[in-house]
């Protein structure tokens, strides 16, 4: 068959991507692309928010191509727009299945199907959509059929909803291909706005904390799947030889609890003669100074650890099982070691006060990493937090594309959205317009980037918040 596989036309300003002018490789598409062609069908990509796609020119550049089955991917807030180009190519396109998937459709399932899906593919997507493109190649949209293909949802000829028994998660991520990057725009992609030569790479899947506000658990399931060392390694190697990668950018939540793993993959590395760097995601309980200095001596720039709050009865609350003492202490090490370092900070729990979500902003000041990227509590579909928003009649904004984690769309107990909307961004002015701030970026040669993205990104968010 012939796929055509996308990510929504006309989302490429959403703060996901618009902020720090990044771009990365939609990489769950690519997989799925790579396990579709092992198995003889054609397909194409369609990155749309890195080629800066509209509705009309992606509408355009479908009939072009002819394909037998439509698939799009959305995370939470490309929703609207992923239902709009539905309703689109059902006018154009008539009799080409449109099938839905990603984590958004996985939980909302019965929206997906009402504003147009013929297929839901739900939860970890490659060998579901290989088994529903071959159904469909042989049988068309055949009810009886689809109802033996495991992960989906899709509604019969009476207009009931079917919901197949969930697939089993892939247990050997190593049996998968490498994502299709050659059907990718590879020299597209961007950080600051310029164009960086990186090798995004997924090494694990899945995560055992649960934490109530994040997807991964949920997804990708409680328990971590790691690719092999070698596996990542060659494919990093495929990924320098070909399009030239200077640096490794791990997509994973966590990386670095695999010492095993991260030994075993820079050793790899280095017997290439791989002379790359990396950034990844860290937990402050899995690494100890001595850990952290070997990871800063093989190349590491950058470790991105989720902080969250200065209050331990917060962390204690969301699942996290972290303790701030640990926080303070790694954060210790990594200034002893002038080493890089981001930290993330949730703001809006519902039980918190205005004074709490100031006590985080100031704790963040004091630790002072690298880098502080303060977000709003988010409810996303699939989390118990989702759940527990609806329950308590806490959600105050039920328009998709605001679900960015930049503007509110929640109240608590004791906060409103539009509080919870100011102090978002009096933690940015209060973090990042400071002396010592400004003057370490200055020395460090990152200070006109900084100041540029920092500069329109809160008259954005001023902006935008009190005029939705």
Known sequence: MRVLLALPP???????????????????????????????????????????????????????WSPDLIGISMQTPMAPKGYRAILELKREVQDVPIVVGGTHPTYMYEEALNNGADVVVRGEGEYTALELV???????????????????????????????????????????????????????????????????????????????????????????????????????????????????????????????????????????????????????DHVDREYLKFLYDSGCTALYFGVESASQTTIDKIGKKISLEQVRKVFRWIKELKGFAAGSFI???????????????EFAVRLDPSYAQFTVLTPFPGTPLFESAVKNNLIVDWNW?????????????HFTAEQLGRMLLYAYRKFYMRFSFLWRELRAGRLVDVISILAREIGRMFSEFFTK
């Open 10 to 64: 006309d989302i490429h300003n959403l703060e996901v991507y618009r902020i720090a002018g990044m771009n990365a490789p939609p990489l769950g598409l690519a997989w799925i692309a790579a396990v579709l062609e092992q198995h003889g069908h054609k397909v194409k990509i369609i990155d749309a928010p890195t080629l800066k796609v509209t509705l009309k020119n992606f509408i355009t550049e479908v009939k072009s």
């Open 347 to 361: 703001l809006g729990f519902p039980w918190e006060t205005v004074e709490d979500m100031r006590n985080t902003v």
């Open 134 to 284: 071959n159904t469909l190649e042989a049988k068309g949209l055949d009810y009886s059929a689809l109802k033996k293909v495991d992960g989906i949802a899709f509604r019969d000829r009476d207009g009931e909803i079917v919901v197949t028994k969930p697939r089993p998660l892939i247990h050997d991520l190593n049996e998968l291909p490498f994502p299709a990057h050659h059907l990718l725009p590879m020299d597209k992609y961007t950080v600051f706005n310029k164009s960086v030569r990186v090798a995004h790479i997924m090494a694990s899947r899945g995560c055992p904390y649960g934490c109530t506000y994040c997807i991964t658990s949920y997804y990708w399931g409680r328990k971590i799947r790691f690719r092999s060392a070698e596996n990542v390694v060659h494919e990093i190697e495929h990924l320098v030889e070909k399009y030239g990668a200077k640096q490794v950018a791990f997509t994973d939540d966590e990386l670095v609890v695999n010492r095993k793993f991260m030994y075993d993959m820079i050793k790899g590395l280095k017997e290439r003669g791989l002379d790359l760097t990396f950034a990844c995601g860290a937990r402050v």
């Open 401 to 413: 594309e605001h679900y960015t984690t930049i503007k509110p769309v929640i109240r608590g107990f």
